[in-house]
């Protein structure tokens, strides 16, 4: 019987967030640029205190699965991936991922994070499907899911308001056997 490699890449691994990352998250959270790609609430700074909260939580829950995205040499933390909201019944669950510094952007690690967090999903919890929201802005993002093989399913019209205007939040799909399949090619 061979057991795959799990939550370890060629460049990245997935690990544990710890709460020597605060101080990062703080310095990511006050990027408004990188909160309005991320995230539709209000693209507001959060201080150390609250995001040990939250990581307290997270911690906690049986339901949401976050990952730390390091570089395989160092316990530098990069990106963030979670999958959230599991619906155990089902085998479906939430997918966001955020790679913190822009020098960093572009350069294959979020596609190869996405990657070990989704054969998390489908290899390790047996998830069925997993589903994202993309901001119709966020060009990056899109190219991102569509190459890992996501299904646009629709479009939640003029979800969003930023600057005066209004934007379609798109709704996004991957399947067990599309995953599957597009990891044998
Ligand atoms: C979106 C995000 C996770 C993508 O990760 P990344 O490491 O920057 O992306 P990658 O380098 O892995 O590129 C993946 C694909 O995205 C696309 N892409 C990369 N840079 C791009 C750019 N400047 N414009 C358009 N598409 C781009 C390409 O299709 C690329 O595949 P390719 O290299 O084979 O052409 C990352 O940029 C990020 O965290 N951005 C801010 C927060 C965010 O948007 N989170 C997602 C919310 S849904």
Redesign the pocket.
Known sequence: MTISKLLCGDRVRLTALNTSDLPTLVHWFEDAE?MR??DARPARPKSEAELGRWLEELHKAKDDFAFAVRPLDSQDLI?YVELDGILWPHGVCGF????GERS?????????AARLALAFAFDELNLHRVT???FSY????I??FE?LGFQREGAFREFLQRDGKRYDMLLYGLLKHEWEAGSEQ
């Open positions: 990188f790609l991320y990106g966001s991922i955020g790679i960093h952007w572009g350069q294959g690690y979020g596609y190869e994202a929201t993309v966020n060009k990056r993002s190219a991102l190459k």
